[in-house]
């Protein structure tokens, strides 16, 4: 049995049957969740006021108990106004024993980064509602998810496009565009040598590629040593793109890039979706049609 701990930093749960559905499940499996309060917040568009979903991510710092994993309830928009407000000190101070097992994406991506760069390793997967509230609970998500927060040493592998390549680095990103909005600010990490994986929803492939060009702009693509690239949801073309798409776009900045971009891995807003520890130590290797990305050096859960 594990004890969830729910919090709710971004946007209101508007799919409250969701949410509980994740809840009931969570339970029938044999486990705790805690704070289920959060759910039902709300102030506007947000889940709850900023001092409420504030004290949601300050209060983790004295939340005590071993294999405490913390869930966020949705994404959605909020978390980038809690920002300057973050004890970011005691959170880093918090995770040095028995560390939290951090889970969430999307919005949520942007206190990960903040987090990161305070050293403390958070994982990119599934959040109650999108997720473990599905109408069927994804089986492939679930099983991604316990490998993530159980293994010390694990092992991803899926038919990923790109060139042939080799790199090793810390594994970091997340959402493309909460990361492209952290250009410029503290709690942007500044990591060289590492592997960026990036996913995104509901964003056009020029969006894509310009958020992508940002990055490359910015000196932050080029400095890494790969790329692999997730899901997209909703980013189908139209007529007016006369064959621009995805597949044509990813071409296009690999043409500009040095470095290997792998696309294809299952990870981001669908519901199949792997786990992901950002700031674990990762090893990709992609040979022919096959990509394989190893993790470790990241928290799990203990006996």
């Known amino acids: 049995m594990s004890q969830f701990h729910l919090i709710a930093p971004s946007g209101y749960c508007i799919n409250q049957s969701a949410a509980q559905c994740g809840v009931t499940r969570l339970i029938n499996a044999g486990h705790q969740v805690n704070n289920q309060q959060v759910i039902t917040r709300r102030s506007q568009r947000f889940a709850g006021v900023e001092s409420e979903r504030l004290a949601d991510i300050n209060d983790l710092a004295t939340l005590r108990g ?4 913390v869930l966020a309830v949705r994404g959605g928009y909020g978390a980038s106004r809690l920002l300057d407000a973050i004890d970011w000190q005691a959170l880093a101070a918090r995770q040095q024993q028995d560390p939290l097992l ?19 390793i958070t994982f990119s997967g599934p959040m109650l509602a999108g997720n473990f509230g599905a109408e069927t609970l994804n089986d492939f998500t679930l099983h991604h998810f316990w490998q993530a927060l ?32 952290l250009i410029g600010t503290p709690w942007m990490p500044e990591i060289s040598n590492g592997i960026l994986v990036l996913e995104d929803i509901n964003e056009h492939p020029f969006r894509v590629e310009r958020m992508l060009l ?30 621009y798409d995805l597949q044509t776009m990813y071409a296009y900045l690999r043409s500009r890039l040095d470095i290997p971009m ?24 992609h040979s022919g049609r096959s990509t394989t990305l190893t993790l470790s050096g990241h928290p799990t859960i203990t006996e």
């Open 66 to 69: 071993k294999n405490q994993i």
């Open 102 to 120: 951090i889970c969430g994406h999307s919005d949520f991506t942007a206190i990960q980064m903040g987090l990161l760069t305070k050293g403390v």
């Open 150 to 181: 159980r293994s010390e040493h694990f092992t991803l592998e899926w038919p990923g496009d790109g060139p042939e390549c080799r790199a090793e680095g810390t594994l970091w990103g997340g959402n493309l565009a909460m990361l492209t909005s």
């Open 214 to 243: 940002q990055l490359l702009y910015a000196g932050i693509l080029p400095r890494q040593s790969a790329i692999v690239l997730g899901s997209f949801t909703g980013s189908a073309p139209n007529d007016y793109d006369a064959g």
């Open 262 to 285: 792998i696309s294809g891995l299952d990870f981001g807003h669908e519901q199949r979706t792997v786990t992901l520890p950002l700031g674990a130590k990762a090893q990709l290797v």
